[in-house]
Nanobody
Framework: VQLQASGGGQVQAGGSLRLSCAAS????????MGWFRQAPEKEREFVAL????????YYTDSLKGRFTIFKDSAKNTVYLQMDSLKPEDTAVYYC???????????????WGQGTQVTVSS
């Protein structure tokens, strides 16, 4: 499985970005697709996930209401809509395929290359 993340860029605070993650290879209904982010000198943190089959979603509490994860199964693509962006959202964003419903990076077996999001004040 290969994951190609795109859509990052530079935006002013309050703006929006939509990240995409296109997967080549099979994503089964039992898998989840997740987004993580890593800011400089910080650990990678969980952002959101979606179960591929049923579409259940889960978000880290601090981002609920601003970020939305959704998928297009026909395109094998998962998206992260980010609204009301803040400077503290600046990070490299990674998509990943998870083998279980989890916010822990070790439960994800394939990772995309990351896309930089920079939010200026």
């Amino acid at each position: 499985v290969q994951l190609q993340a795109s859509g990052g860029g530079q935006v002013q605070a309050g703006g929006s970005l939509r990240l995409s993650c296109a997967a080549s290879g099979r994503i089964f209904s039992s898998h989840v697709m997740g987004w993580f982010r890593q800011a400089p000198e910080k650990e990678r943190e969980f952002v959101a996930l979606i179960r591929w089959g049923r579409g259940n979603t889960y978000y880290t509490d601090s981002l609920k209401g601003r970020f939305t994860i959704f998928k297009d199964s026909a395109k094998n693509t998962v998206y992260l809509q980010m609204d009301s962006l803040k400077p503290e959202d600046t990070a490299v964003y990674y998509c990943a395929r998870g083998i279980q419903y989890s916010s822990t990076p070790k439960d994800y077996d394939f990772w995309g290359q990351g896309t930089q999001v920079t939010v200026s004040s």
